[in-house]
């Protein structure tokens, strides 16, 4: 059987070598610069890339990733040697294209039974590394030789060669050789000792595999394999090639690079390798323009944080904490945190489903309204019953027979939601739950236990997060995303995300909802949420306190908050529920972005009650009545006044005609006396006279 798959693979060889023969040779021959024109390639220009740049919302730089390069004009001549010995030795006689390369190629690969030697030139490696990609397919090929030839055409061999060497990756996240030399050895490109150069040259063929922290025996062999070929073509001789193999190589261990949000950071990858070619995203070049607020990613990511120490020294046994924060007018996410700490855990919790608790009963009581089934202050069934096989407890042994729907959701009454659900029907809401983008309902979670968060897998924060949103968005889920746009090194558009909105439900059932889940946070079980602006929420607590939640909201933005271990251990401890613990981190992450003015809305005036009217219309009667008393003790003083005056003029008058009359009198009495005296003086004069 060995034998007849040997002579299977080496008559599929010699067709494939016949084949790319008569291609190459047609392409070689007759058409250089007709291909050179038709790829493009006359017009384009090599400029080393720069990593791709991610942004925040605001367009300033986040982080950047993709391959990291320094680039370098010259490099040591053994080291052009040796990859042009050991990646394509025919590399300065063909015209981009090899065919008796890939015909040797391949007949020493079937002799030796291994990977020896590549069948793809300088050229053509470069081909994919800069235009193409790594995807083994016959149309890929026939590409990368039109590339390769238009390439050979344009550019010198001396040319092509730099290139190459400035671009091959080169594993540790690094392209070129003079990134590697930085990356595996702290040095200058043309520091390298012929040691070190051989291991770099050996791991060409395959980075990620030669990888020296996993696998430094593989390094050394595929360096003494390319020593042989050095020895071989007379570049070493036997005896500097042994030296070579047996002297420290001195790699230096892998940088421990600390990303920026890297719980995001992670989420925001796996995105992009799905959207966008991942060859194409870590070749660089890229700028990504994501929905994440800076202030917000940072608050969120302390506040965790600093509640991780907490939870700690309250002695309770949560070691993980998830947040997402989403604006529920366009569902862009605005902050992501998957864990307190990446560097001890690199599961993201944010995107990873849990069981959602009581946090799910909003869900269907929003279903139930919108079917007119129930409305906030209908009375539904609270006393313990049999739903068939299942039999559903309350939290409290003092929990009423019979309750409305708001108390029940603002107590989070067990027996009540489950009546609910079974109304609405089990199958109605998980279809809604699926209209609402939760993704994560399995066939066994169908059954009344759903009511309380009973799931299979459950639901992630993420998605838990984006689902609330209709509450104060009027009903309607926006699709929460987290890529605005995607531009290329020369401003070209890749990408630009656009809304998917839906209705869930009406408007009025919104309403209804936010007035119920403000009242979970006004006196029910979310009462440790409160912030200064006016917000709704929903705890959760599930089985064992496995799972603490908290979901929560504003008019400008939705966050949900879950506690728990990523091991699923039960948590231990004093006052764990997602009210006594998720529900705190909810308020100081808020207070926070509060106090950072980062909301547009703030604090409602306090509206009066229908007493405090009633004491308002109180007031104003009195003031009404003392006006009225004013008015009438002014006129009464007035008058009096008035009347005393007259009565002192009068009085004043008779004591002036007295005194006009005694003046009168005193007057005559002057007069008289004048007269006399005037008599007197008369007869004294004429007896004087007679005398």
């Known amino acids: 059987m060995k034998i007849i798959s040997k002579i299977a693979v080496m008559i599929a060889g010699v067709v494939i070598f016949v084949l790319f023969f008569f291609i190459g040779a047609s392409i070689t021959q007759t058409t250089p610069r007709l291909i050179l024109m038709a790829t493009g390639i006359n017009d384009w220009e090599y400029i080393p890339k720069e990593q791709s740049i991610i942004y925040y919302n605001d367009e300033t730089e986040m982080e950047r990733i993709g391959y990291k390069r320094l680039y370098s004009d ?14 394509d030795r025919r590399f300065y006689q063909h015209l981009g294209f090899d065919a008796k390369g890939i015909g040797r190629a391949l007949w020493m690969n079937i002799q030796t039974g291994t990977k020896a030697e590549g069948g793809s030139t300088i050229t053509q490696q470069l081909s994919r590394t800069v235009f193409l990609t790594q995807e083994r397919t016959y149309t890929r090929k026939i590409k990368e030789i039109f590339i390769a030839t238009a390439l050979e055409e344009k550019f010198s061999k001396d040319e092509i060669l730099n290139i190459y060497l400035n671009e091959i990756y080169m594993g540790r996240g690094s392209s070129g050789m003079g990134a590697a030399a930085r990356y595996y050895f702290a040095k200058d490109v043309m520091d390298l000792n012929r040691a070190q150069i051989t291991m770099l040259v050996g791991i060409i063929q395959a980075p990620e595999f030669y990888n020296p922290e996993n696998n430094f025996e593989g390094v050394r062999s595929r360096q003494q394999t390319v020593i042989n070929i050095l020895v071989d073509d007379g570049i070493l001789s036997e005896e500097e090639g042994k030296k070579i193999a047996v002297q420290d190589l001195n790699i230096i ?23 966008i070619d991942n060859e194409q995203l870590h ?71 849990r069981q959602p608790g009581s946090a799910i009963k909003p869900l269907y009581y929003a279903a139930a309204m919108e079917h007119l089934l129930i409305e906030p202050d209908s009375v539904v069934n609270n006393k313990e019953t049999d739903f068939g096989d299942y039999r559903p407890v309350n939290y409290s042994a003092a929990a009423p027979e019979e309750v409305s729907i708001r108390e029940a959701l603002v107590r989070s009454h ?11 029907g089990v199958n109605r809401a998980v279809s809604y739950l699926r209209e609402m983008n939760i993704t994560s309902i399995e066939e066994d979670d169908i059954h009344l236990a759903l009511g309380l968060g009973g799931m299979t897998k459950g639901i992630s924060p993420l998605q838990l997060t984006s689902a609330y949103t209709i509450f104060p968005n009027k009903g309607q889920l926006v699709k929460a995303y987290t890529i605005k746009r995607i531009e290329d090194e020369d401003g070209r558009q890749l990408y ?18 936010d007035s119920l889940l403000r009242n979970v946070v006004d006196y029910g079980t979310g009462t440790a949420a409160q912030i200064p602006i006016t917000s709704g929420g929903k705890t959760g607590t599930t089985t064992d306190s496995r799972d603490l939640w908290y979901v929560g909201y504003t008019s400008e933005l939705v966050t949900s908050l879950w506690v728990g271990n990523t091991d699923n251990r039960a948590i231990t401890g004093f006052g764990v529920s997602g009210g006594g613990v998720a529900a705190p981190i909810f308020r100081d992450y808020m207070n926070t972005l509060y106090w950072l003015n980062i909301f547009e809305e703030r604090p409602s005036p306090v509206l009066p009650s229908e007493e405090a009217h009633e004491e308002e219309d109180e007031i104003i009667d009195i003031e009404d009545e003392t006006e009225e008393n004013e008015d009438e003790i002014e006129e009464a003083i007035e008058d009096e006044i008035e009347e005393e005056l007259e009565d002192i003029e009068d009085e004043l008058y008779d004591e002036f005609e007295d005194i006009e009359e005694e003046f009168e009198d005193i007057e005559d009495e002057i007069n008289n006396e004048i007269e006399d005296e005037e008599n007197q003086i008369d007869n004294e004069i004429e007896n004087l006279v007679v005398l």
């Open 283 to 353: 070749r660089g070049g890229l700028k990504i323009y994501t929905t994440i607020n800076s202030q917000m990613q940072n608050t969120a990511e302390t506040t965790v944080k600093n509640h991780a120490n907490q939870i700690k020294n309250r002695g309770i046994d949560a070691n993980d904490i998830a947040l997402v924060s989403i604006d529920p007018r366009n569902g862009s996410i605005r902050a992501m945190v998957g864990g307190v700490d990446f560097s001890r855990s690199q599961i993201n919790m944010a995107v990873r489903p």
């Open 414 to 424: 067990n027996v009540a939601s489950v009546e609910i659900l079974s109304k609405l």
């Open 74 to 87: 010259e490099f040591p001549q053994f080291m052009k040697d040796a990859i042009v010995a050991v990646e």
């Open 496 to 513: 630009m995300h656009r809304n998917q909105s839906k209705n869930i439900i009406r408007s009025n059932t919104a309403t209804q909802m």
């Open 253 to 275: 261990p892998r940088e421990s690079i600390q990303t920026k949000h890297p719980y995001y950071m992670a989420y925001l990858t796996s995105i992009l390798e799905k959207d």
